[in-house]
């Protein structure tokens, strides 16, 4: 079964509007959060990152966003520029490894 | 830093044969990690490394499968036996030792992809 979800398989936003990409996870045991972005036959670039500690991290255009209770988090792009167009995947830690999600493909229009 | 190496970049082989795949980390990272993503789907854990000493493997590791890292530097992964379904992209990754950033973090490499015919 799978721990990590992205329940959104693609989203499409308008240059310099916010985007939003959603994420929930089934395992509290999770402690540690993060965003990477993947072009077509690279591999994952690192984003951002959350503790389980916390409930918001920013770097730039990209915050994150953890809600414990709810087992979800987010990420914000704002503004969102054509360059940002990939596929975003969500990975929460445990016990070393990584567990991710399937992705979201973001698309931004000009 | 350079970033995490791996080569090849891309390997094609037919069924039955081995095939053998190099991961360089970021210098003095010391924890090492092998994924493995199909399409449509996320990197899936396969096995990690601390120095040289191997952690550990996932039950998506046959016997077929095996991971070196002997001097705590770079680490290959061996597939021996090819079949149809290894047919993937092999993603390492590395991560800092716990002072200075986030241990958390694994920075990728560009991945290995591999096509079994």
């Known amino acids: 079964d799978q721990q990590v979800k992205q329940n959104s398989p693609s989203l499409s936003v308008q240059e310099g509007r916010i985007s939003i990409l959603n994420c929930d996870y089934t395992?509290?045991?999770?402690?540690?959060f993060l965003w990477y972005k993947k072009y077509p036959a690279e591999g994952p670039t690192f984003l951002i990152s959350?503790?389980?500690?916390?409930d918001k991290n920013e770097d730039g255009r990209f915050t994150v966003f953890l809600n414990k209770s709810a087992k979800h988090l987010s990420l914000h792009i704002v503004p969102s520029q054509p360059g940002d167009s990939a596929v975003y995947f969500c990975?929460?830690?445990?016990?070393?490894?990584?567990?991710f999600g399937k992705g979201t493909k973001l698309t931004v229009n000009p | 830093d350079t970033g995490v190496s791996q080569d090849p970049r891309h390997k094609i082989t037919k069924r039955g044969q081995n095939v053998t795949f190099r991961c360089d980390p970021i210098?003095?990272?010391?924890?090492l990690y092998w994924y493995r993503q199909t399409l449509g789907q996320g990197p899936e854990f396969l096995t990690y490394?601390?120095?040289?000493?191997?952690?550990?493997k996932s039950r998506l590791l046959s016997d077929r499968f095996s991971a070196e890292r002997p001097k705590g530097s770079f680490s290959t992964l061996e597939i021996q036996r090819t079949e149809q379904g290894d047919s993937a992209m092999y993603l390492c990754?590395?991560?800092?030792?716990?002072?200075?950033?986030?241990?958390?973090?694994?920075?990728f490499g560009p991945g290995t992809r591999l096509l079994v015919l």
């Open positions: 990754a590395s991560s800092p030792k716990p002072r200075g950033r986030p241990a958390e973090t694994q920075y």
């Open positions: 395992n509290s045991m999770f402690d540690y």
């Open positions: 959350i503790s389980s500690i916390k």
């Open positions: 990975a929460a830690k445990s016990v070393g490894k990584l567990v």
């Open positions: 210098s003095e990272h010391n924890r």
């Open positions: 490394f601390q120095n040289e000493a191997q952690l550990e």
